[in-house]
C-alpha cells in the first residue's frame, strides 16, 4: 500500500519523543468508531461532523501527550486547524484528514508546538514505519503496538496493517486508545463498516484494563483499494477473519500492555443465552477489580468470578455452572477437589491466563480480554500528572 507517514517531535509530550504523525494515502473509503463518553473529546466532535459528511479520506493526523478534551469551542476550534493545515500542507482537499488526540485531559493544545510539529511532519514523508507510527501516537505505553498480515482470496495477495496505543483507561465502548487498520482491499463502504462492525465489537469493543472510559478513544479502518481482491458476500467472511486476526493482535496489546499489568486474561464465556448474555458475563468478570487482584496474587480464587456474574441479577442456575482457570475444573455445581497448588503455579509461571466457564443455558459464546490489576498501576496513575 502507498500510505506515507511523517513524524515530529514538538514538544507536546514531556519525554520530547514523537509526538505528532500525519498519514497520507490515496482517497479511501473507511469505517470510523468513537467514544461513547458524553465528555467527547473535541477531536471525536470533529471527526463526528466529518464522519457524516465524507465518504472518503486522504489522511490522519494524530497528537500525543494531550487529549484535547474538556477544553470547550477553543479546544474544538484547535482540532479542525489541525485537519486544515494537514490538508493544506499535504496539498489535500477539504474534509479529507480525522483529527485524533491522546494524553491529559481538561489542557488545552499548545498550538505553536502543533503547527510547527505537523509542518515538520508533513514535510518529511516516508513510506510507513509501524513500528515509528506507534510509537509516535503512544502516551504510557511500554512497547510499540503494530502488526501485519499477508493474506489470499481466491488466489489473489492483499495485506491488512496496524497500529494502536492505549495502556490504560481502557474501557469499550470504545475501549485511552487509539487503532488504524489498513487493506489494500477492494470494498464498498457499507460492505466494509458491516464487517468492520462485527470485528471491532469482538476485539476493542471486548477489552478492559480499569473499567475506565475513555474521552478520546477511537478506532479507524482504511481500504485503499489498490489491491487484487474485490470483496463481495461471497467472500466477505473469509475477508472478516483476516480483519479480526490483525485487530484481535492490537487490542490484545493494549491488554498486555495494561498499565502496570503482569497478565493478559482471556475469558471465555461458553452456553449462554445470547452472545449478548456471554459478553455481558465476560465484561462483569473483567470488571471486578476483586478478581483482577486476585490474578495478581496468583490466587484462584474462584468465588470472586462467580459473585461479578451474579452482580448482573440474572436467572443463572449456578449448580448447572462449570468453572475453569487453566485446564483446572475450579467449580462443577459446587466446589471441586481441585489442585490447588498446582492451580496456583499455573497462574505464577504463564503471564497469559485463560479463565473458562460454562453457563449450561444456551449455545452462544463470547471472549472477553483483560489484565490483572497491580501496585504499578496505582502508582502509574496517582502520579499522572504531578
Known amino acids: ?8 517531535k514538538a514538544g507536546i509530550k514531556p519525554s520530547g519523543d514523537y509526538d505528532i504523525l500525519v498519514l497520507r494515502f490515496k482517497p479511501s473509503v473507511y469505517s470510523l468508531y468513537l467514544t461513547q463518553n458524553s465528555l467527547p473529546a473535541a477531536p471525536v466532535v470533529y471527526d463526528r461532523q466529518l464522519r457524516e459528511k465524507v465518504e472518503k479520506i486522504s489522511g490522519i493526523v494524530v497528537n500525543s501527550g494531550n487529549a484535547n478534551a474538556a477544553t470547550g469551542e477553543d479546544g474544538l476550534k484547535d482540532a479542525k486547524e489541525m485537519a486544515e493545515l494537514t490538508e493544506n500542507c499535504l496539498s489535500l482537499k477539504e474534509n479529507s484528514v480525522f483529527v485524533f488526540s491522546t494524553g491529559v485531559i481538561g489542557v488545552r493544545l499548545p498550538m505553536d508546538k502543533v503547527r510547527k510539529g505537523i509542518k515538520e511532519a508533513c514535510s518529511n514523508l516516508q513510506p510507513l514505519d509501524l513500528k515509528l507510527a506507534s510509537r509516535s501516537i503512544s502516551t504510557t505505553d511500554s512497547f510499540e503496538k503494530y502488526t501485519s498480515l499477508q493474506f489470499s482470496i481466491d488466489g489473489k495477495k492483499g495485506q491488512v496493517v496496524g497500529i494502536s496505543k492505549g495502556a490504560g483507561m481502557i474501557h469499550p465502548s470504545m475501549a485511552t486508545m487509539l487503532a488504524y487498520i489498513f487493506t489494500d482491499v477492494q470494498i464498498d463502504k457499507p460492505l466494509l463498516d458491516k464487517v468492520s462492525k462485527e470485528v471491532v465489537e469482538k476485539t476493542f469493543n471486548s477489552i478492559d484494563v480499569d473499567g475506565c472510559e475513555s474521552t478520546n478513544d477511537s478506532v479507524l479502518i482504511v481500504a485503499t483499494g489498490e489491491g487484487e481482491i474485490k470483496i463481495t458476500e461471497e467472500n466477505i467472511e473469509e475477508f472478516k477473519g483476516y480483519l479480526y486476526k490483525v485487530a484481535l493482535q492490537l487490542a490484545k496489546m ?17 452456553q449462554a443465552e445470547s ?3 456471554a459478553k455481558e458475563v465476560g465484561e462483569a468478570i473483567a470488571l471486578s477489580n476483586l478478581f483482577k487482584t486476585a490474578m495478581f496474587g496468583n490466587d484462584p480464587n474462584w468465588g ?7 452482580q448482573l441479577h440474572k436467572d443463572i442456575d449456578f449448580s448447572k455452572v462449570k468453572l475453569y482457570i487453566g485446564d483446572f475444573l475450579i467449580y ?18 504463564n ?3 485463560v479463565v473458562k466457564l460454562y453457563l449450561s443455558r444456551g449455545d452462544a459464546s463470547w471472549s472477553y480480554y483483560t489484565c490483572d490489576l497491580t501496585y504499578k498501576y496505582v502508582e ?7
Open 304 to 310: 470472586r468470578i462467580l459473585s461479578a456474574v451474579g
Open 1 to 8: 500500500m502507498d500510505i506515507k507517514m511523517g513524524v515530529a
Open 332 to 349: 462443577d455445581g459446587k466446589p471441586t477437589n481441585y489442585d490447588r497448588e498446582r492451580a496456583v503455579e499455573y497462574l505464577k509461571n
Open 275 to 277: 452472545p449478548q448474555e
Open 254 to 270: 493494549i491488554v498486555k500492555d495494561g498499565e502496570g499489568a503482569t497478565k493478559l486474561i482471556q475469558i471465555d464465556v461458553f
Open 351 to 353: 503471564s497469559e491466563v
Open 380 to 386: 502509574i496513575n496517582a502520579e499522572y500528572t504531578t
